[in-house]
Antibody, heavy 121, light 108 residues
């Protein structure tokens, strides 16, 4: 059974930093790209970042590029999101999601339950 | 353009058929995937690829695509289908992903 368990959320002041973790199990972790998706309170889903199975390729939404860093530790089956220079608009539930790919379709087949990040003074 | 556009809200009578649409330039190249999200819960994949359902998703859910528009159809909507629905696709660059703004489905 695939399981994704996020942790690390909490309250942080504007300009501060936070690192989210996502512990994965139930599938060959290094064989799949992983992603972070966030959802601000009462708003829709927003893709944040993706990392390839081996970790060699990473991509970011323009809204977080230069401030957030996605990484993975294959030995620990864990995905990370380092968030720096946090802003009030980064307040959201952050989900990690497993990405499956076909030639003409990428899709998130499993999601964690999310961790809430609140940026406020 | 890297945007996907959805109608904010749609309603359907119990047992009737409803179509939820998603428009965007990237859909001319890539298939959309569709997610159902109920309040306080994580999204759940309901359709991916040309028209594929994950295990456990009822066959009343189906997907289709034409030009720059992807559609999610629920044939015989049930009360438990009331939820927010989001489309998602790769963007035109191929390396990023993008979500539609979501459609709130009300089952009357």
């Amino acid at each position: 059974e695939v399981q994704l368990l996020e942790s690390g959320g909490g309250l942080v002041q504007p300009g501060g930093s936070l690192r989210l973790s996502c512990a994965a199990s139930g599938f060959p972790f290094s064989s799949y790209a992983m992603s972070w998706v966030r959802q601000a309170p009462g708003k829709g889903l927003e893709w944040v970042s993706v990392i390839s199975g081996g970790g060699g390729s990473t991509y970011y939404a323009d809204s977080v590029k230069g401030r957030f860093t996605i990484s993975r530790d294959i030995s620990k089956n864990t995905l990370y999101l380092q968030m720096n220079s946090l802003r009030a608009e980064d307040t959201a539930v952050y989900y990690c999601a497993k990405l499956s790919t076909m030639t003409t379709s990428w899709y998130f087949d499993y999601w964690g339950q999310g961790t809430l990040v609140t940026v406020s003074s | 353009s890297s945007e996907l556009t959805q109608d904010p809200a749609v309603s359907v009578a119990l047992g009737q058929t409803v179509r939820i649409t998603c428009q965007g330039d990237s859909l001319r190249t890539y298939y959309a995937s569709w997610y159902q999200q109920k309040p306080g819960q994580a999204p759940v994949l309901v359709i991916y690829g040309k028209n594929n359902r994950p295990s456990g998703i009822p066959d009343r859910f189906s997907g289709s695509s034409s030009g720059n528009t992807a559609s999610l159809t629920i044939t015989g909507a049930q009360a438990e289908d009331e939820a927010d629905y989001y489309c998602n696709s790769r963007d035109s660059s191929g390396n990023h992903l993008v979500f539609g703004g979501g459609t709130k489905l009300t089952v009357l």
